[in-house]
């Protein structure tokens, strides 16, 4: 089989990983990709939201299957488009997406079929919302409906905060078109955790759980990310929460978008919360997470080919899909300043003696007359796996250790404990 995957971050080389270890492919092709996917496969130089050249690309490499790691072209309708076209691809549809790329949608998704979340409602007039707003009790949560790069929420303490978001976002159009609509919506408190099933639109595979760190700095300080490291299975992740979130959330969703006419194939990621009434979604989204995928994989234990193909084709594999027991541990390493301003170009050593039990995922790298220099905030995701969570942090950050390239950092305490709760807002 050839395969295309469609990214270019640590997500991605995660998921070119797991596939180049199937026995079923002989070409696997990434659109961009980075200095990490070269290496196991041909990078095309197409962007990931370039729907009409990735298909030509599909076409001209004979592709037998797609697999989408962003949320961008699978809100943009590429699944779609694809299938129009007989590629077979794996991922919702542009209508099943709107799961993650309309928070409005959810919202509403949610409360039609009593799936636990936090309260709340969504708004297309300004006027309505805040008179909404007037009788909140703060902290209250104001979220733009559209992607916006995880910058679209705000947790307002007061009154006048909430005010100001919801002017930044319907009056002002801080977010653009992704700030139309809005949801108001209670604050939540517990601890996160980013729960993923594979579904074929009507059956799920059983669940996988990661915990994602966002803020910038150890002990959840400073500006928030696209994440800094993540650990897989949580600590305080057992089969009563499993069978909770199944039961309660992953199961009626995926009824619920199937009798709404929106089948829902591909990945569906909770990000739920673990609140004293148990646990209620934040949101969802229509994808593997970024830095999650790069903890779960690892753990999966079945053919990932095998997986997305079955489901492009509409149903579950016939092979069960477990996740083993072992833990893993993911640290990112990013360039000096992100998440603001940073320098890219800079050369990485230490790459080549990763000990056993550790594997390096690339994001923000490239490949400079043979070598590998940075060219992004996050630069790699190292992971080390072992029985022990313990076990599993020495050897990812023994890796770490080893691995220099100019103004890189690090947090240190990824693994050590859950990251804080809502830390991902100041
Ligand atoms: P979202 O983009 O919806 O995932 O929200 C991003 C982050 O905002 C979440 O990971 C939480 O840390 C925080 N957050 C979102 N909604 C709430 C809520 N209702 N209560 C508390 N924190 C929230
Ligand atoms: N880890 C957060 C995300 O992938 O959206």
Redesign the pocket.
């Known amino acids: 089989m050839k395969v295309l995957v469609i990214g270019s971050g640590a997500r991605e080389h995660a998921i070119a990983w797991k596939i180049s270890q199937s026995t079923q492919v002989d070409a696997l092709f990434l659109a961009p990709g980075n200095a990490g996917t070269a290496a196991l496969g041909t990078n095309l130089p197409i962007e990931a939201t370039d729907i009409p050249a990735l298909a030509n690309a599909a076409r001209r490499h004979s592709v037998d299957l797609t697999i989408v790691g962003p949320e961008g072209p699978l809100a943009a309708g590429i699944v779609d488009w694809f299938q129009e076209q007989g590629l077979a691809v794996f991922g919702p549809t542009r209508a099943a997406a709107q799961i993650e790329a309309s928070?409005g949608f959810a919202k509403e998704f949610m409360n039609r079929h009593g799936i636990p979340c936090?309260q709340g409602m969504a708004f297309d007039s300004y006027r309505e919302a805040e008179r909404f707003l007037q009788r909140r009790e703060m902290p209250v949560?104001i979220?733009a409906d559209g992607l916006a790069a995880?910058k679209?929420?705000t947790?307002a303490l007061t009154r006048a905060e909430a005010e100001a978001a919801l002017d930044a976002c319907m009056n002002q159009r801080v977010f653009g078109e992704a700030g139309a609509r809005v949801v108001v919506?209670?604050?939540?408190?517990g601890r996160?955790v980013s729960v993923f099933a594979f579904t074929d639109g009507e059956h799920m595979s059983p669940l996988a759980a990661a915990c994602d760190y966002?803020r910038v700095g150890d002990g959840d300080q400073g500006p928030n990310t696209g994440g800094m490291g993540s650990y897989s299975p949580p600590e305080f992740w057992d089969n009563a929460l499993a069978t909770e979130a199944e039961a309660r959330i992953f199961r009626p969703t995926i009824e619920g978008m199937a009798r709404e006419g929106r089948p829902y194939r591909g990945v569906l990621y909770g990000?739920l919360?673990l609140t004293r009434q148990g646990l209620k979604v934040?949101?969802f989204n229509a994808r593997l997470g970024d830095p999650e995928t790069q903890v779960i994989l690892p753990r999966l234990e079945a053919d990932l080919v095998e997986i997305a193909q079955a489901i492009a084709g509409g149903e579950m594999p016939k092979t069960r899909i477990v996740w083993s027991g072992e833990a893993c541990v993911g640290v990112v390493m990013a360039s000096g300043g992100y998440p603001g301003d940073y320098s890219t170009g800079f050369p990485i050593s230490g790459l080549d003696d990763m000990g056993g039990g550790c594997i390096v995922f690339h994001s923000g790298t490239r490949l400079r007359e043979g070598e590998v220099v940075t060219s992004g905030g996050r630069v790699l995701t190292v992971v080390g796996r072992a029985s022990s969570l313990a076990q599993a942090r020495d050897r990812a950050y023994s890796a770490v250790e080893r691995i220099r390239f100019q103004g890189g950092f690090y947090r240190r305490d990824i693994a050590l404990r859950p990251a804080a709760v809502?830390?991902?807002?100041s």
């Open positions: 928070k936090a949560v979220k995880g679209g929420v947790v919506e209670e604050f939540l408190e996160e966002k990000g919360i934040i949101e809502g830390a991902r807002y």
